[in-house]
């Protein structure tokens, strides 16, 4: 496209240059024929100009075609979202299976949507647990920390709480925060002495030993 607009632009200015060359070369008889000249040499000009403008237009339309449809080609195709027909009962374990078959991020979408749309439902505390296990298996254990202590925070009474606070702990030790780490380890056992997880924490079968 863009040559077609260049031999477009060429052909106008070489018409332009035998315009001009063969006024140049007509001598004038008059005051009168030197203003006439002047009028159709302006007119040309003017036509001319208008004539590259509307070329320089298009061509910058043109362009700006071809980056749009660059863009579109390099955007990623959208994550699909769970319906929202579907309810939690009927979400959650589709994103445990796809958890368990180890598609971590269509798993994190659906716990994701989950949390979002069904805040106070007696799972939410599970849902968000297993977000921060899908940042956590993928090694993004900052994200996984913000999951866990929310859980933690807005569900502290929730049976995933004590295991909450075992990843955290986890993760700081995934992150050589080792300080952090025991900290953690030292509130688990005096939050949730009771509790699976403080039990493991004791026996030595966690990453920690005793």
């Excluded at 070489?14 to 007119?43: M, Q, W």
Aim: charged share 25%; with cysteine; proline share 6%.
């Amino acid at each position: 496209m863009h040559k077609n607009l260049f031999w477009k632009l060429c052909v106008l200015l070489v018409c332009l240059f035998i315009f001009l060359g063969g006024c140049t070369r007509r001598p004038l008889r008059s005051n009168s024929d030197y203003i006439a000249l002047e009028s159709k040499i302006e007119r040309v000009e003017k036509t001319a100009t208008q004539e590259i403008r509307e070329l320089q237009r298009e061509i910058n339309l043109q362009q700006e075609g071809l980056n749009r449809l660059k863009q579109v080609r390099v955007q990623p195709a959208p994550a699909s979202t769970p319906s929202p027909a579907k309810k939690m009962e009927e979400l959650y374990p589709e994103g445990r299976s796809r958890y368990l078959n180890k598609d971590y991020v269509g798993a994190a979408e659906t716990f994701r949507y989950l949390v979002q749309n069904y805040p106070d439902h007696k799972l939410t505390p599970n849902a968000l647990y297993w977000l921060g296990e899908c940042y956590y298996t993928q090694k993004q254990y900052d994200q996984a920390i913000a999951r866990f202590e929310r859980v933690i925070r807005d569900f502290p009474r929730s049976p995933k709480a004590p295991a909450a606070l075992l990843k955290i702990a986890y993760s700081h030790s995934m992150l050589k925060q080792g300080n952090t780490a025991m900290t953690h380890l030292q509130s688990l056992l005096k939050k949730y002495p009771k509790s699976r997880e403080a039990k493991m924490v004791r026996q030595g079968k966690t990453i920690f030993k005793p």
